[in-house]
Nanobody
């Protein structure tokens, strides 16, 4: 099992920046990829960015060029640097892990979420 704890959310003005962190613990050796999802009020949860154990990353079109996902394996932490924030980025952001305990590509471990609110 993998436990994930997010931090770094908050209230920021449009155009500002935030950095989210996700600390992983437990069976971290089983992690294949990490991802950040978000869910806005009344909308479905969507993938924002993911990064593989080898460091390859991909992003939702809506955040390309503004958000950067990275990982520090020595700290068991994944980050999401969010720049040029827009009001439509307002959501609860969740960290997730794709591990060997589930089917390949399935994010089966989730954090509790952290609220990001962007004021216009």
């Amino acid at each position: 099992q993998v436990q994930l704890v997010e931090s770094g959310g908050g209230l920021v003005q449009a155009g500002g920046s935030l950095r989210l962190s996700c600390l992983a613990s437990g069976s971290i050796f089983s992690i294949n990829a990490m991802g950040w999802y978000r869910q806005a009020l009344g909308k479905q949860r969507e993938l924002v960015a993911r990064i593989t154990s080898g460091g390859r990353s991909n992003y939702a079109d809506s955040v390309k060029g503004r958000f950067t996902i990275s990982r520090d394996n020595s700290r068991n932490t994944v980050y999401l640097q969010m720049n040029s924030l827009k009001s439509e980025d307002t959501a609860i952001y969740y960290c997730a892990a794709d591990t060997t305990h589930t089917a390949p590509g399935v994010f089966g471990s989730w954090g509790q979420g952290t609220q990001v609110t962007v004021s216009s």
